[in-house]
């Protein structure tokens, strides 16, 4: 079955530095999305994209965060000057569609990728 | 935005008794879904819900998706030691999945 890659697996970095973590989504889907999930705490959308742009950002994703799909199969979140709040599990997901009203296409996660900031 | 009230927090059940857990919300969501998350890995999708009063199964387990669209309960039968793990529903508010805060489920052999 296909499923959706994240790397690393596991990133340490110094505060203030910045961070890119790789996701390939399922090779047919068309949506993609970032969520983080602070150790012990619920699952938090962070961003959704499509068609090559950002359509939905929650209040977490302020103007550190980006995101881009560089080529036809990655879909990358860069964190530009991380903080030691930004340590948490980020997840990728990808869904064939937006989720229409009876819509059986929902969204797929990745393994997620361990961001530890010292 | 929306929130979702998930209980119980965490089970302590034997073996082969059965489950349950459930989740509130004060608005309304158009979509219900179910995710098992086992430790280190991301969420595993269980059971998607689109229709009010939908009741639907996934081997042993069965979700409904509350008739006025703020509620949904997972019910698993004859647990298993592989059902352990932390369950979330989610609701979908716009392109974006709210989640619960989580049912940890732990099972004594």
């Known amino acids: 079955e296909p499923e959706v890659t994240q790397t690393p697996s596991h990133q340490v970095t110094q505060m203030g530095q910045e961070v890119i973590l790789r996701c390939v989504p399922i090779s047919n889907h068309l949506y993609f999305y970032w969520y983080r999930q602070i150790l012990g705490q619920k699952v938090e959308f962070l961003v959704s994209?499509?068609?090559?742009?950002?359509?939905?950002k929650s209040e977490i994703f302020d103007d550190q965060f980006s995101v881009e799909r560089p080529d036809g199969s990655n879909f990358t979140l860069k964190i530009r000057s991380t903080k030691l709040e930004d340590s948490a599990m980020y997840f990728c997901?990808?869904?064939?569609?937006?989720?229409?009203?009876?819509?059986?296409?929902?969204?797929?996660f990745g393994d997620g990728t361990r961001l530890s900031i010292l | 935005g929306q929130q979702l009230n998930q209980s119980p927090q965490s089970m302590f059940i034997q073996e082969g008794e059965d489950v349950s857990m459930n989740c509130t919300s004060s608005s309304i969501f158009n979509t219900w879904l179910w995710y098992k998350q086992d430790p280190g890995e991301g969420p595993v999708l269980l059971i998607a819900l689109y229709k009010a009063g939908e009741l639907t199964s996934n081997g042993r387990l069965t979700a409904q998706f509350g008739i006025t669209r703020k509620d949904s309960f997972l019910n698993i039968s004859a647990s298993i030691p592989s059902d352990v793990g932390i369950y979330f529903c989610?609701?979908?508010?716009?392109?974006?999945?709210?989640f619960g805060q989580g049912t940890r489920l732990t099972i004594n052999p």
């Open positions: 989610a609701g979908r508010e716009s392109q974006k999945l709210v």
């Open positions: 994209f499509y068609n090559n742009e950002i359509s939905e």
């Open positions: 997901a990808s869904s064939l569609d937006r989720g229409a009203l009876y819509s059986n296409q929902p969204q797929h």
